[in-house]
């Protein structure tokens, strides 16, 4: 039996641009260049990786997204994906973190997974959320923010570097895994991968697919709503002096002002 | 008067600060009710109550340790459930933003993480949070079921308000799907005796300008000479200088202490997420062009070499 691995991929804001809201304050996200999160390429190395030393494992990278995202699953294929899936529906238009893990929750039952492989957040709305509630709506085991990850013999195991402590985890399959970017540097396609991934199946999904409902998701169906968004001021200009050999007793001398000394 | 389930950050019955905080924007909305998971509860309700805890209802078994989040996602539904309260809060760590994920989904109701402030509203509480690498500020509130939101280290400032802190057991069952995933060992990270770096009033970071994991015990001076915590950049870590756990930004920790002095860093949006709200920005750097230039209240455009032992030296002799 191939194991069957299936990578979640977010398509988000480049974080370098000029990031903004929209009018309904949802992430503007039509005039800012769109690419792979940079957190997810790290999910699909690790599932690459995973699949080398598997015997026969197939990849499928699944996004929920609107009709640019296709580029992100686009970009995971050249890396070595297998295929894709996409779930677009108009109505996901201002979906949040519950309404998204539904979503990928259904998609996910729909399409068969033994392994589902995310990032550790997304760099857009970044609440490093999903794979937790994935693993709660899958009734599947959370093995997560893994910065080394194995499968072998029906299980998956991994280090989670938490703030007070190391742990070693293990899980039987099908779990939920999600990886941080201690995991390992991302490949970068190659051009035959590039060529490829033209040639790769990409499928379209819809919330009548997934047997969901429009109330269920979106910016109606929201569970949280954002009533106002101000712009942050930007920090008025500080102090900068030139080191002419003094330098570190004048910021002491700043220090001491601002009663840090 | 309403009640506020506040999930208790400890080691061994000794409260984390933000756990405090916690308590202290809890008073805002209604009365807290702590849950308090492991060892040590009556250590903590002492903590708890001083600041303003009327409740301290607490479970301890192996499965906390033994597994991850799930058990502990089970106590506080169970808690969630003897309560009823009109919020929950949880400290916004890696793990109580995993817990919090899990009990919104199912507990049915929305969830906010990340909080920096939070206050009373007329349609529930409001969170305050900062996104696009602190560019934004929003105001926000959960509209279905009791909203959970988790909390950012350093929100508020703790205020004591006693409070009777009263002990009480909670009974937890463990579904069979909440050991699913095993923790096999646990080795815990060695103090260094510096403050928390999320909790911190002082961070010194250190970049690839350090050059080098002998040069940070420039920085550590530095730091110890004003009681504050040691951080650094990506670049520093991935360069195998600084351990991850002291990594500021995006994908490390985010800090919002009083005082942030950069040293060789450049101010990369990465690493402005996890900074920027800082209160005081200051930055050593040789480049006057460093991008980390635009959000200091005092820069040094200079050789970190020479200005960090200098500086280090006269807060040495300033504190006498
Ligand atoms: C998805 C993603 C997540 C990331 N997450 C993070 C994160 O969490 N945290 C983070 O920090 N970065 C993160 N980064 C990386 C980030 O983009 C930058 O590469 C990184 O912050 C650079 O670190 P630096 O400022 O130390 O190094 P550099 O950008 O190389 O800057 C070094 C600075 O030191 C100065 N310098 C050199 N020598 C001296 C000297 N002797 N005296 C004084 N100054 C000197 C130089 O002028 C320069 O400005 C992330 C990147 C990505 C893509
Ligand atoms: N819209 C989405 N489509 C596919 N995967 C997603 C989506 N949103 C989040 N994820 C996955 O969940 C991880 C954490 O996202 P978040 O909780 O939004 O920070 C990401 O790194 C992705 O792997």
Redesign the pocket.
């Known amino acids: 039996m191939s194991l069957r691995i299936v990578v979640c991929v977010k398509y988000v804001p480049d ?1 370098t641009g000029d990031r903004h809201f929209a009018e309904d304050l949802t992430v503007d996200r039509d005039d800012v260049d769109g690419l792979l999160s ?2 997810d390429e790290y999910a699909v190395e690790q599932a690459l990786q995973i699949a080398d030393e598997a015997d026969d494992a197939e990849i499928t990278v699944l996004t929920v997204g609107p009709e640019d995202a296709k580029d992100a699953l686009r970009k995971a294929l050249s890396m070595g994906a297998h295929k894709a899936v996409h779930v677009e529906d108009d109505d996901l238009h201002g979906t949040d973190a519950l309404g998204t893990s539904l979503v990928l929750a259904k998609a996910l039952e729909h399409v068969g997974y033994d392994l589902v492989i995310s990032g550790m957040a997304s ?1 857009d709305g970044g609440m490093g959320v999903v794979p937790a509630m994935l693993a709660e709506r899958l009734g599947v085991p959370q093995v997560t923010l893994l910065s080394e990850v194995a499968v072998a013999d029906g299980k998956v195991t991994g280090r989670r570097d938490g703030d007070a402590a190391s742990e070693q985890l293990e899980a039987s399959l099908p779990a939920v895994v999600s990886v941080t ?1 201690q995991s390992g540097e991302a490949r970068y396609p190659s051009f035959k991968g590039i060529m490829a991934a033209k040639k790769k199946p990409v499928e379209s999904l819809d919330l009548t697919d997934l047997g969901l409902e429009a109330e269920e998701v979106g910016l109606e169906g929201a569970w949280t709503k954002v009533d106002e968004a101000t712009e942050r001021p930007a920090r008025t200009a500080g102090t900068v002096v030139k080191d002419e050999g003094e330098g570190g007793k004048q910021l002491a001398g700043f220090l001491a002002g601002q009663k840090f000394i | 008067m309403a009640e506020v389930l506040v999930y208790v950050d400890h080691a061994d019955g000794a409260v984390r600060k933000p756990t405090l905080e916690l308590l202290t924007l809890a008073r805002r909305i209604g009365e807290p009710v702590a849950v308090h998971l492991g060892a040590g509860a009556d250590a903590a309700a002492q903590t708890l109550g001083e600041y303003g805890a009327v409740k301290v209802l607490t479970a301890d078994a192996s499965e906390f340790s033994d597994y991850l989040i799930a058990p502990k996602v089970d106590a506080l539904e169970a808690a969630y459930k003897a309560v009823s309260p009109v919020a929950v809060l949880v400290p916004s760590s890696a793990e109580g933003k995993e817990i919090a994920a899990r009990l919104a989904v199912r507990i049915g109701s929305g969830i906010i993480t990340d909080a920096v402030d939070l206050e009373a509203g007329a349609e529930g509480p409001v969170a305050t949070q900062s996104v696009f690498a602190a560019s934004y500020s929003t105001k926000s509130r959960v509209t279905k079921g009791t909203p959970v939101i988790t909390v950012k280290p350093n929100s508020a400032a703790p205020e004591a308000a006693a409070a009777a802190g009263t002990v009480e057991q909670l009974a937890v069952s463990f579904g069979e799907k909440s050991t699913g995933t095993k923790v096999v060992s646990r080795t815990p990270r060695e103090s260094t005796g510096r403050p928390e770096l999320t909790e911190a009033a002082i961070v010194v970071s ?6 080098g994991a002998e040069n940070f015990s420039l920085i550590e001076g530095l730091a110890d000479s004003l009681g504050a915590a040691v951080g ?6 991935d360069a195998g200088w600084y351990p991850h756990t002291n ?6 920790k985010s800090v919002s202490p009083q005082l942030y002095i950069a ?9 402005r ?2 900074m920027q709200t800082s209160k005081t920005i200051v930055a ?4 006057a062009e ?1 991008p ?1 230039f635009d959000l200091v209240d005092y820069g040094v455009v ?4 020479e ?1 960090v032992p200098q500086l280090t030296e006269e807060v040495k002799s300033r504190k006498g």
């Open positions: 974080a940079e957190l760099t970017d | 250190g970049g690839r300008g350090v050059n650094a950049s990506r670049a520093a870590v990594q500021v930004g995006q994908t490390g040293a060789g860093i450049s101010g990369a949006i990465q690493h997420a996890g050593i750097n040789k480049d460093a980390i200079g050789d970190l070499f200005v």
